[in-house]
């Protein structure tokens, strides 16, 4: 009580998702500081998740609706091997009349770096349609707040597209 959090004493991994102990600091009314373990959940909200070679997750591109922004993770491990000088893995951002505001795409040999940091806050707007391509989608998976909603089927498709609501990622044909 009339106590503050100082904050986290090392960074959370907030890559990895599923719970994991943080150390936080609070200080008491008297200014004496104390390091406690708390539990801290990442959660995939609304979510694509791009796996590569041995389904390793290569970037996760979150929709974040508090900044209307796109967020992506990435990996300095090539993606998969097998696919080298092919295209393995792509987004592609449209607006409400289909003209293309982004497109970006990420060939086997190469790390998820790039692509991540050409996506990473992309600005979005509710009704935006993404369409995502993924050499093998049988790796491709989507999470609608935080709960599995989909996955690939590499022998049905490469291409999926979804459109962008307040609740989520919606899938369109």
């Known amino acids: 009580k009339d106590g503050e959090v100082v904050g ?12 994991q102990q943080v150390k936080v600091e609070t200080k008491d009314r008297f200014g004496n500081k104390k390091v406690t373990e708390v539990s801290l959940e990442v959660t995939y909200g609304d979510s694509l ?23 992506v993770t990435y990996t300095n491990e ?13 987004i592609t951002l449209y607006d409400q009349n289909g003209m ?8 086997g040999q190469e790390t998820s770096k790039n ?6 806050g992309t600005s979005f707007q509710y009704g935006d349609v993404v369409k995502v391509y993924h050499a093998e989608s049988g790796r491709l998976i989507w999470y609608k707040n935080s ?13 999926i597209s979804f459109k962008i609501t307040p609740n989520g990622l919606e899938q369109v044909q």
């Open 8 to 19: 986290f004493v090392e960074k959370p991994n907030t890559s990895k998702i599923g719970e």
């Open 78 to 90: 090539q993606i998969h091997s097998y696919f080298k000088n092919e295209l393995y893995m792509g």
């Open 49 to 71: 998740v791009y796996q590569g070679l041995s389904d390793v997750i290569r970037s996760i591109v979150t929709i974040n609706h508090d900044d209307q922004k796109l967020h």
């Open 100 to 107: 293309e505001k982004k497109h970006v795409t990420a060939e």
């Open 115 to 120: 692509f991540a940091e050409q996506v990473n």
């Open 147 to 159: 709960e599995l909603v989909g996955k690939g089927d590499k022998k049905k498709f490469k291409e």
